[in-house]
């Protein structure tokens, strides 16, 4: 005799698990658009940074827009314009791995923190995410970072920085921004 197929039944109470599953799905898109943004950035500054070094001998500059923005091959062995350059290998290594590790922490932590009513200051933080991670692959590759976007006027020259440099500075300006105007969510 043939036996009647039956269907398994939801033993639960369906209206309570739904904000649950829509919370977790609302988790995932949020942490998909960190992953996204931070992962163009840390593409994008990769290959740029691959381009620099396969095509332009270190110190060589090529001009974009005469007076004002060279392309020019430098080597960052230091932070943030420089400083710790003169340090040895290791305690650099260390300082910077410690420091850039804190950072994405750091970013990680506000980023779950923040709310969806404020898209802009997340994707501050993916920015900061995605060129601190960049930076770090630098540091553990080569001990250094690539720098190569040279702006200037006349003999006035901004320090070298990179793509990663870019989306750091930008997610700052973002954050300083929510900041200023009292928009940091509670």
């Known amino acids: 005799m043939l036996e009647k197929e039956t269907q398994p039944t939801y033993k639960g109470d369906l209206s309570e698990d739904l ?15 960190l992953a ?31 007076g ?9 062995s230091g932070g943030a314009f420089g400083i710790f350059a003169d340090q040895s290998l290791i305690l650099r290594k260390i300082l910077f791995l410690f420091v850039s590790s804190f950072a994405v922490g750091f970013v990680i932590y506000f980023y779950s923190k923040t709310p969806k009513t404020h898209p802009l200051l997340a994707t501050a933080f993916a920015l900061i995410f995605g060129g601190a991670i960049g930076n ?7 001990g ?36 200023l105007l009292d928009k940091i969510p509670e």
Do not use: C, M
């Open 19 to 33: 904000p649950k599953l829509s919370n977790q799905g609302l988790k995932k898109n949020k942490y998909l658009k």
């Open 36 to 66: 996204l943004i931070g992962g163009l950035i840390i593409i994008f500054d990769q290959l740029t940074k691959i381009v620099i070094l396969n095509s332009l001998p270190l110190y060589e500059s090529v001009t974009a827009i005469p």
């Open 68 to 76: 004002f923005f060279n392309i020019t091959h430098i080597h960052n």
């Open 136 to 142: 770090l692959i630098d540091r553990i590759r080569l």
């Open 144 to 179: 250094k970072v690539i720098d190569f976007l040279d702006f200037y006027i006349g003999n006035w020259h901004w320090p070298a920085f990179n793509v990663a440099d870019s989306a750091i500075s930008v997610g700052i300006a973002i954050f300083l921004f929510h900041i």
